[in-house]
């Protein structure tokens, strides 16, 4: 049993999505010198929208800066949301892809090009490829996003999506697990149910997610669903039938597993309870997502306050905390560290000749 504990002692298992401004708020500073979380996401705020490229580049980097200050350390990770169609935050001239589908055929170019263009103001981790199915017309938040209506097409493209970014050292995150094609409502403002058999489910939504196992990527995202084929009481963010033993045991996956933002209103009844954090990382995720989008990031403050205190029980260290940590601790063995860099006309021009590019306004989240 450790003793003399600090919250930062919890931090590693929590990423930290930023509050609106292109330089640190007030309390995220707070929090990340408090916290130290692993990492944090950043958004469309966070850049200069309506600086040239140099300017607003610059003051991106000095961002960047501050929060490794902050934490006090380099090795961080600096993470995104970054698909293509409205899912896009940094300015002009970062590329515009059009949304997945629309790139399919050429998916590993693209993932090279967003990933040299990721890597060029920081990032090394990108919450991209999508490898939910797009197998229900009537989703409200998938659709497009997905490479596609079938398994194989999902699997070959987004695939080759991931390793054509790694390959410019940006790492991949496969989301949302174990599917969000198949449902009638977002989670952003809701929690929805996939009501698939588990058979269904092995022969269509698990199989991107398995070839996503098989290709080693580093980071799976899970969704805030109700699947009653894996867990019939408790949505995927808190289930370890669906996460711990279904992923984890059944699967094979060894890697690092992420929760989708936990203040998106899927969560609203279980997100008033601080105690919902041990419990999460007990599901079998290692990192914990708060973004300020949705609700106030100062939770963090209670949740890494009862990650420490379930810790002091024996079988929670042993049994959660530590595999989590090794877990965690081989992420940031392969975290790769680039330095922001003002990339030339010539690599974009060359970038949106690849595919479509978007026409329509970029989203704050998604």
């Given at each position: 049993m450790q003793e003399n504990l600090t919250l930062s002692d919890a931090g590693h298992h929590f990423l930290l999505g930023l509050r609106p401004g292109v330089t640190l708020h007030d309390v995220d500073r707070a929090l990340l010198e408090t916290v130290r979380p692993a990492g944090v996401i950043v958004y469309k705020d966070n850049f200069d929208q309506q600086a040239p490229y140099p300017e607003w580049h610059g003051k991106f980097t000095e961002l960047v800066s501050e929060i490794g200050a902050r934490l006090g350390r380099d090795n961080f990770i600096l993470s995104i949301d970054h698909e293509g169609g409205r899912v896009v935050r940094p300015p002009s001239p970062v590329?515009?892809?059009?949304?997945?589908?629309?790139?399919?055929?050429?998916?590993g170019a693209v993932g090279r090009a967003m990933g040299r263009e990721l890597a060029s103001l920081g990032f090394n981790l990108n919450y991209a490829p999508v490898v939910d199915i797009n197998s229900n017309p009537a989703n409200?938040?998938?659709?497009?996003?997905?490479?596609?209506?079938s398994p194989?097409?999902?699997?070959?493209a987004a695939i080759a999506f991931a390793l054509g970014q790694q390959s410019e050292h940006v790492l991949a995150c496969a989301k949302h697990f174990p599917g969000h094609g198949d449902t009638t409502e977002d989670s952003h403002y809701t929690l929805p149910s996939a009501q698939a058999d588990l058979a269904t489910l092995k022969g269509r939504e698990l199989l991107p997610f398995a070839a996503a196992i098989a290709a080693d990527i580093p980071m799976i995202m899970t969704s805030h669903l109700m699947v009653p084929a894996l867990d019939g009481e408790r949505p995927v963010t808190l289930s370890a039938r669906a996460v711990r033993d279904y992923l984890r045991a059944e699967m094979g996956y060894q890697g690092v597993v992420v929760t989708?933002?936990?203040?998106?209103?899927a969560m609203d009844s279980y997100l008033p309870s601080p105690a919902v954090a041990p419990d999460i990382?007990?599901?079998?995720?290692d990192l914990i997502m708060l973004c300020s989008h949705w609700t106030d990031t100062r939770k963090v403050l209670g949740f890494a306050?009862?990650?420490l205190k379930a810790g002091q029980q024996d079988s929670y260290e042993r049994d959660v905390l530590a595999p989590s940590r090794q877990r965690i601790d081989a992420l940031f063995k392969i975290l790769p560290r680039n330095v922001p860099t003002l990339l030339p006309d010539s690599v974009f021009e060359a970038h949106r000749r690849l595919g479509s590019t978007f026409g329509g306004e970029r989203a704050e989240v998604v």
């Open positions: 590329t515009r892809f059009e949304y997945a589908a629309n790139w399919r055929e050429n998916a409200p938040v998938i659709g497009a996003r997905a490479f596609g209506t194989q097409e999902v699997s070959e989708d933002d936990v203040g998106m209103h990382l007990a599901a079998g995720h306050e009862e990650i």
